[in-house]
């Protein structure tokens, strides 16, 4: 039977539910790790051969967000099989695969299969609106079953290495972007930003305080129930504008296999 664990950083939970299908596809005990959560990137994972990683994360600029660096390198495997998820805002995915092929190569795993996937945009609702949606999350479950077909075809040690499309080198990360979210008057302190919030920058007891930090995830503008949250620094704007105009129409995923 399959030992699998399901890894993913989703602050606005477009990854999670495409790693979630995935790996339940695959079939087999599995073991959840939520990334999202601070502590959770403050460990180091090992893995063996008898292990299956399904990883998945959101695409920062065509690239592996800054904030889940260290935590890929802190990742062994010894042989380990692994999935790649990366879910981006139907703009580009770039090189984000092949810069997280790169890395679990260097530390022990075999990357067997990957799948660039859209969500809905951090910036933006008008973008990838409500994706991953049905298709998606379809086309997610035919991957881990053709996934698990080749896991029961070949042992793991004869799978050799997937190509992905991407560059190497990789394209420039993204600059600084010291912006954080504002907070309207309809804000009731319910303190539910700062508990989804992944780097801790608002303050529990007053929802209006946002320390320096912000990754511009999303995860409480998304998330508020009030509709309290959003982001008006002028680059962002400039930006979700451009997404707006240009990157509308809808993308398909991706597989690699």
Known sequence: MNRITAMYFSPT???????????????GETKIIDLTRPEAREQAYHFDENDILVLGYPVYGGRIP??????????KGEGTPAVLAAVYGNRAYEDALVE????????????IAAGAFIGEHSYTEKVGTSRPDAEDRKIATDFGQRIAEKLAAMAAEQMPAITIKGDRPYK??????????????????????????PVGVIDPQNAKKVADGCI???????????????IDAEPILKIKAMLESKCVDRKSPELFL
């Not at 939970?13 to 079939?27: E, F, H, L």
């Not at 511009?216 to 959003?230: F, I, Q, S």
Request: glycine letters at 8%.
């Open 13 to 27: 939970n477009t990854s999670k539910t495409i790693t979630g299908a995935i790996a339940r596809a695959i079939g």
């Open 66 to 75: 800054a904030i889940l660096q260290k935590v890929f390198q802190n990742m």
């Open 100 to 111: 997280a092929q790169d890395i679990l190569a260097e530390n022990g795993f075999t990357v």
């Open 172 to 197: 420039d990360a993204m600059g600084a972007m010291p912006f954080k979210p504002a907070t309207t008057d309809a804000c009731t302190n319910c303190g539910k930003c700062a508990q989804w919030c």
């Open 216 to 230: 511009l995830c999303a995860a409480c503008v998304k998330g508020c129930p009030e509709h309290a949250k959003y």
